[in-house]
Structure formats: structure tokens, C-alpha cells
């Protein structure tokens, strides 16, 4: 039984969502297919499409967002890795039992028609991972 099926996006922290795009725009070849601010979490997004897989660009709409906060220690760069799973809530509770910090006890809405949940980057190798679902 499959519990992590994909990777289904990578998630790069930026400063300036609009240069961001066209930096990726060039880059790429392509414009994103949608932009999309998630007010739980003060962040606009941008996605691109390259072939299978999808690039998420994040900004912060508030100065003391998470994503402002992550470049304020780290700088720009790749934030998260997103994996596709059949069943969030499963994959939680089995994560769980494993030991890893869930840092969403319920998943919650996010970008592009998901629900998500984080995993804590001190029990990943300082990865900060996304499980997302998506909504049917
Ligand atoms: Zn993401």
C-alpha cells in the first residue's frame, strides 16, 4: 500500500512574488498557471507547471509571516517538499506513531485545492514537509 504517492510540488521561499515570477517565467519557459493568497497562512502563492511536476513560489504578505520569518534566518530558497497522499489524516496518524512532529494536529486548507499538513524540519534533517491531499 502506497502512503506517499509523489512528490507533488516543491515550495521556494521569495521576497517579491512578482519578480519571483518572472525570474521562474524565464526560467522555465512558462507563466504560473494560477496565483493564490492563503490568508491563514499571509502567504501568496504562485504555481508553475514543468512537465509532472509543479513548482510553488511563496511570499509573505505580513512582516512577521512564517514565510518572511524563514527568510529573515535562512534567506530566499527552497522552503518545503510537498508529497501527494491518498489520505491525510492516515498518513498523520501513522507519521505520528513514527515519532515525527506534526505541526498541523487537523489538515488544513491550502493552496491549489489541497488540504495540508506540516511536519516539523528537526525530525526530518531540516526539511520542513508537506503532506497534501487533494480535494475531490
Ligand atoms: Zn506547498
Redesign the pocket.
Known sequence: MNHINKI??L?IAVKDINKANSIYEKLLGVPPYKQEEVESEAVI?SFFQVGPNKI?L?ASTKDDGTIAKFIEKRGEGI??I?FDVENIEKELDRLKKEGFTILNEKPKL???NKR?AFIHPKGTNGVLI?L?EEIK
Open positions: 507533488e510540488h515550495g502563492t510553488e511563496l522552503h518545503h510537498a491550502g493552496a491549489d495540508v508537506e497534501c
